[in-house]
């Protein structure tokens, strides 16, 4: 079955950085694009970013826009997310979803269980 | 960006009730909507995708209709584990964007 597995969440300062990891599992990972979608303190969910199967192609929302990078090593089964110059409005679960595909492409078909980023001094 | 507007925001029913939760979009996004279902301290769930189709595995209680700006999620009969916060969320451009959601709570 289909797991995906996120780390590297924890207690940052503002202007801070993290790396989150999400290991998948249970299916074929080069073949799939993969997003990460956050969800603040009680709030609603937020989508903010995307990487092609094979990397080639990247998109972000603009509130993370030049401060997050989205990366994947399909040789390792691990999609990543680089986080920089964070922010208090940063504070969030990260979850790691894997997109339906096709004409399907940006619907998220599986979620990870989340891991939490907090920015605070 | 494409904003989606839920109603209600909230909603009180009771187990075996028929309930509605619409979803408008700001402009066209033809079928390309989706409903997800998310429990505390859970992550979100895939119920329908294409605006009507049922994922695999969800009870053929929950359906979901409209294409355009118009949605809605219907659950035929509620049981005891519908009750949640929904989700509607647009794929037909970026950034994908969400419904603010709709807590569905006991009666």
């Known amino acids: ?121 | 960006a494409i904003q989606l507007t839920q109603s209600p925001s909230s909603l009180s029913a009771s187990v075996g009730d028929r309930v509605t939760i619409t979803c408008r979009a700001s402009q066209g996004i033809s079928s390309a909507l989706a409903w997800y279902q998310q429990k505390p301290g859970k992550a979100p769930k895939l119920l329908i995708y294409d605006a009507s189709s049922l994922e695999s595995g969800v009870p053929s209680r929950f359906s979901g209709s409209g294409s355009g700006t118009d949605f809605t999620l219907t659950i035929s009969s509620l049981q005891p584990e519908d009750f949640a916060t929904y989700y509607c969320q647009q794929f037909n451009s970026y950034p994908q964007t969400f419904g603010q959601g709709t807590r569905l709570e006991i009666k």
């Not at chain 1, 999400?22 to 969800?39: D, L, N």
């Not at chain 1, 009680?42 to 989508?47: F, I, N, V, Y």
């Not at chain 1, 990397?55 to 990078?69: H, I, L, P, Q, W």
């Open chain 1, 1 to 121: 079955q289909v797991q995906l597995v996120e780390s590297g969440g924890g207690v940052v300062q503002p202007g801070g950085s993290l790396r989150l990891s999400c290991a998948a599992s249970g299916f074929t990972f080069s073949s799939y694009g993969m997003h990460w979608v956050r969800q603040a303190p009680g709030k609603g969910l937020e989508w903010v970013a995307f990487i092609r199967y094979d990397g080639s192609n990247k998109y972000y929302a603009d509130s993370v826009k030049g401060r997050f990078t989205i990366s994947r090593d399909n040789s390792k089964n691990t999609l990543y997310l680089q986080m920089n110059s964070l922010r208090a409005e940063d504070t969030a679960v990260y979850y790691c979803a894997k997109d339906l595909g096709g004409r399907l492409h940006g619907c998220f078909e599986y979620w990870g269980q989340g891991t939490l980023v907090t920015v605070s001094s």
